[in-house]
């Protein structure tokens, strides 16, 4: 007798520490305050429910998904799952007088997950993703008396991704979650100033890179409860817990001139080396509740919100708000069992939502960055598979969100964006035990 340990997804594993290296998946002009933009994507499948996820657990049958958003929807793993998605993201930004397209591909959530009990009560998961994003490249121009023109351009890439571990566990109707999650990565952000109808000053360039180096825990609640009918409803609650970063600063400022058409450093005006400073991470409190027929109906409903406004961030101050999240989304399958390619499309998962959001940036005259979209998906079966007492099924989600973020008045950016989302969850039967004749 022995163990099989499926090699198919072992390859895959191992890139999962050079996946997240150096890429930039948001163009807006707003990643430039405070941590940049937020992530709260989930996984292909919630991506189309418009990120439902506190109250989301999976199916008795595959395919099987693993939930991001709250750790004890684990306990609902019967499958080895793996989890990759990516996204397309084109942006249209304006302000009162000018428009800039913009178009980034990223890489999302790179998860595994791994039912720990044959009894069906214990799942752990681990995986990268994305916490937050910077990329933009904005600049503007004045005329100023005496000096003449006078440009200015910001600049700013990078991000902070999260590895972590999660263990989901269930009691009868109840299961509980932890996450440890260690957030790690750097933002650089270059200012410049530069007077080109004159050569009487010097050009300035000032260049920080801030490092974030920390940990965090998240805690999570779900209960199950049977209604009547095929009807059923579950609840879910999760936390991240207040937690303070530790940001190491270098900071470097240069006296530019041009000379010969090249523009070259001639004086150090301030440089400044590994200068550490904290951030604190405020509690982040989610719920949800979702009603389902079955499994070919369900409808949920998300709230999640963070306040932020005690917090200090690369010297900013009063800059942050309390942000909150809602999203309503649902999911259809006319016949999830149903046989044959002729009854193919009575098998896809068909998806949508709509999620409303007030960042946690204040801006301008006191204005509360929002944010509206709606998004659609569809998961889409793959050929089943016999793995001893079960079938294994994996599944193609793709998704669309179409929305818009921040106003044209008070002198700020509006986006408009249609972001293209592709997922994969690849299930395998694992620990397989094999008797030899």
Request: glycine fraction near 10%; proline fraction near 3%; hydrophobic fraction near 40%.
């Amino acid at each position: 007798m022995c163990r099989k340990f499926p090699g198919k997804l072992v390859f895959i594993s191992l890139l999962l520490p050079l996946s997240f290296s150096a890429q930039t998946s948001t163009s807006s002009p707003y990643s430039r305050f405070g941590l940049g933009e937020l992530n709260y994507a989930n996984s292909g499948n919630s991506v189309g429910m418009s990120g439902l996820g506190f109250a989301l657990r999976n199916d008795t049958t595959a395919p099987f998904h693993v939930n991001l958003s709250n750790p004890a929807s684990l306990s609902s793993l019967r499958l080895t799952v793996f989890d990759i998605s990516l996204s397309n993201t084109a942006s249209s930004i304006q302000t009162s007088s000018e428009q800039l397209f913009t178009n980034r591909l990223s890489l999302g959530q790179m998860v595994f997950g791994v039912p720990m009990s044959r009894r069906n009560n214990w799942g752990m998961a681990f995986g990268l993703q994305p916490f937050s994003t910077s990329g933009y490249n904005v600049g503007s121009s004045e005329e100023v008396d005496s000096v003449g023109t006078v440009r200015y351009n910001y600049q700013g890439s990078g991000g902070i991704n999260e590895l972590f571990l999660s263990n989901g566990f269930r009691i009868k109707n109840l299961s509980a979650g932890i996450t440890a999650g260690w957030l790690f990565g750097a933002v650089r952000s270059t200012y410049r100033d530069s007077f080109p109808s004159t050569g009487m000053y010097f050009n300035t360039r000032m260049i920080r890179s801030v490092q974030f180096n920390d940990v965090y825990f998240k805690a999570g609640l779900q209960y199950q409860l049977k209604l009547g009918g095929k009807w059923s409803a579950v609840l879910g609650a999760a936390a991240s817990l207040p937690t303070t970063f530790i940001a190491r600063t270098t900071t470097l400022a240069e006296l530019l001139k041009f000379n010969s058409l090249i523009e070259i450093a001639r004086d150090t005006a301030l440089f400044e080396e590994d200068v550490k400073d904290t951030i604190q991470f405020p509690l982040a409190i989610g719920g949800g509740i979702i009603l389902r027929k079955g499994e070919r109906f369900l409808l949920g409903v998300d709230y999640f919100m963070q306040d932020w406004s005690q917090s200090v961030i690369n010297g900013q101050q009063g800059k942050f708000t309390t942000g909150n999240r809602l999203s309503v989304g649902f999911q259809i399958i006319p016949d999830k069992y149903a046989d044959g390619r002729s009854n193919f499309r009575r098998r896809i998962q068909y998806r949508g939502g709509f999620k409303y959001a007030t960042h946690y940036l204040v801006l301008g005259n006191d204005v509360q960055l929002t944010e509206m979209s709606l998004t659609f998906g569809v998961g889409l079966p793959m050929r089943k598979m016999r793995a001893v007492d079960m079938y294994v099924q994996n599944i193609l989600n793709l998704s669309v969100e179409v929305g818009q973020r921040g106003t044209t008045d008070n002198g700020l950016v509006q986006e408009q964006f249609v972001k293209l989302g592709i997922g994969f969850s690849l299930n395998e039967k694992w620990f397989i035990r094999r008797k030899y004749d």
